[in-house]
């Protein structure tokens, strides 16, 4: 069965970095675009990035270009989150999930990973 | 910036019928597809409506998803209300960008 689980969170101060990971199973990872999607405690749902398949092309959300960066690994069946410059306004939990077919509907997600921002 | 605005909440009681919409800022919002996704407290998201109004498998046949184009919307109407309804529920789509856009959330209560 399709799998993601998601690693890397924890607590940053303001300016720092971490890297989230995702690790996938049960189904051909390098056939699918991959997003990641937060949310911050009690609000609602924000997408902040996809990566295509073969890494060819991926998009970010304003509130985080040029400070995240996704980039993949098919070999290791792997999605990765680079966060720089981090601001108190990134703290959420960041789910990775799958997107699938022509509307690249998000059909699989992790658990989430909580990442909070604060001094 | 595109963005899909939803009702903060709706409120229904069990067996009834309940319509959220999700209405879009600029373009045609048919112009890309609009799914939905149900979100209980502590979960993650599960989809309930695909490609506009596709239900994937699971999801009973009380849920069912449509596009307005005179009004620029999309809707997911939830028949029969169970307790179990009770959730948050998003739409999303995308922007001429290619950036996927989630709505404000909806916040439905079965009482």
């Known amino acids: 069965q399709v799998q993601l689980v998601e690693s890397g969170g924890g607590l940053v101060k303001p300016g720092g970095s971490l890297r989230l990971s995702c690790a996938a199973s049960g189904f051909t990872f390098s056939d699918y675009y991959m997003s990641w999607i937060r949310q911050a405690p009690g609000k609602g749902l924000e997408w902040v990035s996809y990566?295509?398949?073969?890494?060819?092309?991926?998009n970010y959300a304003d509130s985080v270009k040029g400070r995240f960066t996704i980039s993949r690994d098919n070999a290791k069946n792997s999605l990765y989150l680079q966060m720089n410059s981090l601001r108190a306004e990134d703290t959420a939990v960041y789910y990775c999930a799958r997107e699938e077919g022509p509307s690249g509907v998000f059909d699989y997600w992790g658990q989430g990973t909580l990442v909070t921002v604060s001094s | 910036n595109f963005m899909l605005t939803q009702p903060h909440s709706v409120s229904e009681s069990p067996g009834k019928t309940v319509t959220i919409s999700c209405t879009g800022s600029s373009g045609s919002i048919a112009s890309n597809y609009v799914q939905w996704y149900q979100q209980r407290p502590g979960s993650a998201p599960t989809t309930v409506i695909y490609?506009?109004?596709?239900?994937p498998s699971g999801v009973p046949d009380r849920f069912s998803g449509s596009i307005d184009s005179s009004s620029n919307s999309a809707s997911l109407t939830i028949s029969g209300l169970k307790t179990e309804d009770e959730a948050d529920y998003y739409c999303q789509s995308y922007d001429s960008s290619n950036q996927r856009v989630f709505g404000g959330g909806t916040k439905l209560t079965v009482l």
């Open positions: 990566i295509s398949s073969s890494s060819s092309y991926t």
């Open positions: 490609e506009d109004n596709q239900r």
